[in-house]
């Protein structure tokens, strides 16, 4: 035999399994402690549900409330701040040890517009051939992004090897 569906949420109406209740009517007023056979009748006598807001209250609280309509306002709540949040995206800007001065500029001015946009950037530093005689020409690169970047950045990852590349994370403070 399967096991029962569980139920996310609240509890409402005759699902609410405890002798007494602390009742809030439809109109947010207080109207103390009742039995929850009372407070179930007095729910379906205006024609809404009884709905378990503080189940670990002693005795719990319950509202007196259109589930419908609370189910509704819940989701809009989960959808507007579904919204609001934002992915962190890795961008990745690759330089050579050897990069002329506009070029530079140019790759400065894409890592600061990512950096403002609220993502990381990865810049990697790609030596060819003999290039890897003289590594610290990559140093002295990256060395100086990081600085020209300074003022709105914190350095993830330091700059590190790997293979025929050197690598450093940067993102927004």
Partial sequence: M????TRDGPRVNEEIRVP?????DQDGEMQGVLSTRDAILRAY???LDLLEISPNADPPVCKIL?????????QK??????????????KEIKVRPNIDENDYQVK??????????????????????REMA????????????RG??????????????????????LSPK
């Fill in 2 to 5: 399967p096991a029962p569906p």
């Fill in 134 to 145: 003289h590594q610290e020409l990559g140093v002295k690169v990256l060395e100086r992004i």
């Fill in 77 to 90: 709540k989960k959808n507007e701040a579904r919204k609001k949040q934002k992915v962190v995206e890795i």
């Fill in 108 to 129: 400065l001015r894409a890592m600061k517009s990512f950096v403002e946009e609220g993502d990381k950037v990865k810049v990697t530093l790609r030596f060819r051939g």
């Fill in 66 to 74: 259109d589930f419908g309509k609370y189910k509704y306002e819940i």
């Fill in 148 to 169: 020209d970047m300074d003022y709105g950045t914190k350095v993830e990852q330091m700059p590190r090897m790997e293979n025929r590349q050197m690598v450093m994370v």
């Fill in 20 to 24: 007494q209740v602390r009742l809030i």
């Fill in 45 to 47: 006598a205006v024609g």
